[in-house]
């Protein structure tokens, strides 16, 4: 079956990064496009960003562009989310996810999900 795994959270002050990564198996990996998506207690699931298959374009949001970036090597089956200058409005679960077709921005677009990585930011 597919399974992605998430990991790399953990807790960063104001100002710092994180990596977050995430294995993907049980599907061919080069064929999917990916995305990566946040939720906080309380509130919906966000959209943080989206690579495409071959990894050659990539979407964010305007909440998180310029200090995101998503990175994927096909021969590992993994993505990648580098998170840069993190603010405190950051703090929340991140999941990977496998798009139905190509990338979306949409949480309904997703076939497959992780479980997800804590992230908390102090302020």
């Known amino acids: 079956q597919v399974q992605l795994v998430e990991s790399g959270g953990g807790l960063v002050q104001t100002g710092g990064s994180l990596n977050l990564s995430c294995e993907v198996s049980?599907?061919?990996?080069?064929?999917?496009?990916m995305g990566w998506f946040r939720q906080a207690p309380g509130k919906e699931r966000e959209f943080v960003g989206t690579?495409?298959?071959?990894?050659?374009?990539?979407g964010f949001p305007a909440s998180v562009r310029g200090r995101f970036t998503i990175s994927r090597d096909n021969a590992k089956n993994m993505v990648y989310l580098q998170m840069n200058s993190l603010k405190p409005e950051d703090t929340a679960d991140y999941l990977c996810?496998?798009?139905?077709?190509?990338?979306?921005?949409?949480?309904?677009?997703?076939?497959?999900w992780g479980q997800g990585t804590q992230v908390i930011v102090s302020s």
């Open positions: 996810a496998v798009a139905r077709a190509g990338p979306a921005a949409e949480p309904s677009r997703y076939a497959y």
């Open positions: 690579i495409s298959k071959s990894g050659n374009s990539a």
């Open positions: 049980g599907l061919i990996f080069s064929n999917y496009a």
